[in-house]
Nanobody, 124 residues
Framework: QLVESGGGLVQSGESLTLSCKASGTSLDYYGIAWFRQAPGKGREGVSCETSYDVIADYADSVKGRFTISRDDAKSTFYLRMSDLRPEDTAVYFC???????????????????WGQGTQVTVSS
């Protein structure tokens, strides 16, 4: 089970860090990812990191602003979001899969675990 936290309402240009904690399983050797879904739109990949070779990927819209990271000792991974924009407003979901290889931003990567989602709202 994955549980997200850290969502909220922020102003444009501000930062926010989302957390995703796994319970009942270790994240060792799991690939990790963050997706988001804006109202009326499909779920899109934001960032991911593969198993073993630990390669990160980002959607073009967030490159240079978002950073994915993990702390396996805490069974938790993170999404650091900087310079937030109104178009980043969405429900953010974390996901994990073992194993995970590139390409990992697609929902078709068939993730084993999903979080319930956390709302991020960016006002202009």
């Amino acid at each position: 089970q994955l549980v997200e936290s850290g969502g909220g309402l922020v102003q444009s240009g501000e930062s926010l860090t989302l957390s995703c904690k796994a319970s009942g399983t270790s994240l060792d050797y799991y690939g990790i990812a963050w997706f988001r879904q804006a109202p009326g739109k499909g779920r899109e990949g934001v960032s991911c990191e593969t198993s073993y070779d630990v390669i990160a990927d980002y959607a073009d819209s967030v490159k240079g602003r978002f950073t994915i990271s993990r702390d396996d000792a805490k069974s938790t991974f993170y999404l650091r979001m900087s310079d937030l924009r109104p178009e980043d407003t969405a429900v953010y979901f974390c996901a994990a899969r073992h194993p995970l290889y590139m390409p990992c931003l697609s929902i078709d990567a068939d993730y084993n675990y999903w979080g319930q989602g956390t709302q991020v709202t960016v006002s202009s």
